[in-house]
């Protein structure tokens, strides 16, 4: 009895000890971690037993030793002592689109000495060994991070003004009709570039950089328009004023001013029409900085130098004079393009827009011009008067040769008329006679099949006649005369069922005789026999008495 209360009590104080163990563990032990954070955990060591083995400074613990684990362990509920681990609840790094992070590794080894970008990823074998900034930037997502290890710097587009030059970095939107030029700040070797502009332009689209490594220029591509014109002089109203030969009135020093070489002062306007191709642009960001910059320092200098130098060589006269200005224009564009093919830019078009000639040397040479066009106009008016003459006259002969051919046309077609009725005619009269030639054909033939059809019904009665007579002759002659063949036809007409008596009568007494006579009807009734005649004969005796009823003989066989 006392084992039994004493293995009883050993199970009552072990299944204390069990439920106390549980009940400590699901409640000391347990920690839950939400979503959208992560559970840190650093190994205290051993409390009483064993050895403390601390991680190497600057690296993770690794199993066993006192320190930050590199693991992360994500949401749900985890069971760790309090007393062994220390729990740190960390929120996940996110990162929104227009965003990027550029992130700095804490642990590992220190880089060489003048280097400072960390080739590597967040964890796994391609982790980060050195400790610095990462050459990879991480764009829009949740990323899971030991603040341990790494540090998380989120930025959006980060603009930098580096003198006249603009640099962008981190989320970095190269719009359509433009290029990116990038700027490396440090050798990759990875990418086997060196620091400094890359020929490689990057197209349109959304870029994440590292602004520790990359800066990218902006620079647009195509032609655009550069001009420099001349101011006009204004009146009260606000309008251009114009001289007496309707050309507006230029202000002095503006647009490009020279002297011609005949000592005139020359005012014009310019237009150059330029660009920057994609290969272009790294060799002007490094050269100007920027399109502006090019612009500034290259297309308007330009412009005004090579106007100038070409322009004073020529006379006032010859800027003016259609022939001459066409080679000014000519000579200036090709100039200009032969200097910004020196400065890697493209030149579509250079043109001379406009040329401001004093009224002094402009309204005679105007005027003889006008007086000129005036005398081409009058030659001109003379040759129109000429033409529209020949014009009428020949619309005349047009007329004429319209009308001829259409009296022709109504002749031919009368003829043809005339000569289609005859035809027609001649086609129905042969039709005609053909019709009646036919018809003659036809009562021939059908008066040929009447006699035929004549002589065939004669010839077939005569036939039939020869025979039936033939037959009559013959049964003659089968009977020997004719008597006897007629006696042998009134035999055969009487019927089978009558019956004869033969009578004797005197001369003269045969009325009397026949009151003693039976009558002549017969008894009985006999069937019909057929006759060739129709009806009986009535039968002589060979004496010549008539025969009549009597008492019944024998049947005549």
């Known amino acids: 009895m006392r084992q039994i209360r004493l293995i009883f009590s050993a199970v009552i104080l072990a299944l204390g000890i069990v439920l106390g163990l549980g009940a400590f563990h699901w409640t000391v032990n347990r920690i839950y971690v939400p ?14 037993l064993g050895s403390r083995k601390n991680a190497r400074p600057g690296h993770f613990a690794e199993e066993g030793e006192v320190g930050i684990l590199e693991q992360l362990r994500g949401p749900g509920r985890h069971f ?28 590992g080894e220190p880089l060489p000495a003048g280097e400072f970008l960390v080739d590597g990823d967040l964890g796994g074998e391609n982790r980060a060994r050195n400790k610095g900034i990462l050459r990879k930037v991480f764009g829009p997502g949740r990323y899971r991070m030991n603040p341990y290890a790494y540090e998380f710097k989120i930025i959006k587009s980060n603009i930098e003004k580096v003198g006249v030059q603009v640099k962008h970095s981190g989320w970095v939107e190269i719009p359509t009709g433009h290029v990116g030029v990038v700027t490396f700040l440090a050798d990759n070797p990875e990418l086997h570039t060196r620091a400094g502009i890359q020929a490689q332009v990057l197209p349109p689209g959304l870029y994440p950089t590292n602004p520790r490594e990359q800066q990218v220029d902006i620079v647009e591509v195509g032609y655009r328009e550069s001009s420099i014109s001349v101011e006009k002089q204004l009146d009260r109203e606000g309008k251009e004023m114009l001289d007496e030969s309707g050309e507006p009135v230029a202000l002095p020093e503006t647009g490009i001013g020279f002297p011609s070489n005949d000592g005139f002062p020359i005012q014009l306007d310019f237009t150059a029409v330029w660009g920057i191709m994609p290969e272009q642009a790294p060799e ?10 090019a612009e500034q320092k290259v297309i308007l200098p330009q412009s005004e130098s090579i106007c100038r ?9 010859e800027l003016l004079v259609g022939e001459t200005r066409q080679e000014f224009q000519l000579n200036t564009s090709t100039a200009f393009q032969e200097v910004l093919a020196d400065k890697n830019l493209t030149l579509l078009y250079g043109l001379v827009r406009h040329i401001y000639i004093p009224r002094e040397v402009r309204i005679p040479i105007q005027q003889g011009y006008i007086a000129d066009e005036l005398k081409l106009t009058r030659q001109q008016e003379t040759q129109t008067a000429k033409m529209e003459a020949d014009l009428r006259e020949a619309e005349s002969k ?17 003829a043809v008329r005339a000569e289609g009725e005859k035809e027609a005619r001649e086609i129905e009269a042969e039709t005609k006679r053909q019709v009646a030639t036919i018809d003659r054909q036809i009562a021939e033939l059908e008066a040929q099949k009447t006699v035929m059809l004549g002589e065939a019904t004669a010839g077939a009665r005569q036939l039939q006649e020869e025979a039936t007579a033939q037959k009559f002759q013959l049964a003659v002659e089968a009977f020997g005369t004719p008597e006897a063949y007629n006696k042998w036809q ?16 005197g001369e003269g007494t045969l009325w009397t005789d026949l009151k003693n006579v039976t009558p002549t009807i017969p008894l009985r009734t006999a069937p019909p026999a057929p006759s060739s005649t129709g009806a009986a004969p009535s039968v002589p005796t ?9 008492p019944p003989v024998a049947p005549r066989k």
């Open 35 to 48: 979503e959208g954070q992560s559970l840190l955990l650093r190994y205290k060591g051993p409390l009483l």
């Open 80 to 107: 760790y002592c309090p007393v062994w681990w220390e729990r740190t609840l960390v929120p996940d790094v996110v990162v929104r689109p227009g965003e990027v992070a550029v992130v700095t590794s804490k642990l």
């Open 284 to 293: 002007v960001v490094q050269t100007f900085g920027g399109v502006e910059q």
């Open 309 to 317: 130098n070409l322009g004073s060589k020529m006379g006032a006269v």
């Open 398 to 414: 047009v007329d004429l040769e319209s009308e001829r051919v259409r009296v022709e046309t109504e002749k031919m077609v009368a």
């Open 490 to 505: 009134f035999a055969q007409g009487l019927p089978d069922m009558l019956d004869l008596r033969l009578l004797y009568a």
């Open 542 to 550: 060979t004496s010549g008495a008539t025969t009549s009823s009597g």
